[in-house]
């Protein structure tokens, strides 16, 4: 089973930023997706930011051009890069890992944006 690990999160002052990990750890057959998503008090949980195809990448316009993700493939790590943060980034950030046909996910970690 796939162990999946995020970190990084924290109190920001909007504007701010900070740069959250994942660890997946446990991979017998390999890993084929990583993603972060998020889950705000009252909300279904979204997809901020995945991989697609051959290395491009996909975001939702709410953080398009402020949040980027990258991964060290050698590592099974992914990393999202917030920048500009809003007050409205704050939620609880996930990270899902695939390893078909199962996709795992990590307890979460929380980021708060502040006035």
């Known amino acids: 089973q796939v162990q999946v690990v995020e970190s990084g999160g924290g109190l920001v002052q909007a504007g701010g930023s900070l740069r959250l990990s994942c660890a997946a750890s446990?991979?017998?057959?390999?890993?084929?997706?990583m993603a972060w998503y998020r889950q705000a008090p009252g909300k279904q949980r979204e997809l901020v930011a995945r991989?697609?195809?051959?290395?491009?990448?996909n975001y939702p316009d709410s953080v398009k051009g402020r949040f980027t993700i990258s991964g060290d493939d050698a590592k099974n790590t992914v990393y999202l890069q917030m920048n500009s943060l809003k007050l409205e980034d704050t939620a609880v950030y996930y990270c899902a890992v695939s390893e078909p046909p199962y996709t795992y996910w990590g307890r979460g970690t929380q980021v708060t944006v502040s006035s």
């Open positions: 446990g991979s017998r057959f390999g890993i084929n997706f």
């Open positions: 991989f697609i195809g051959d290395g491009g990448t």
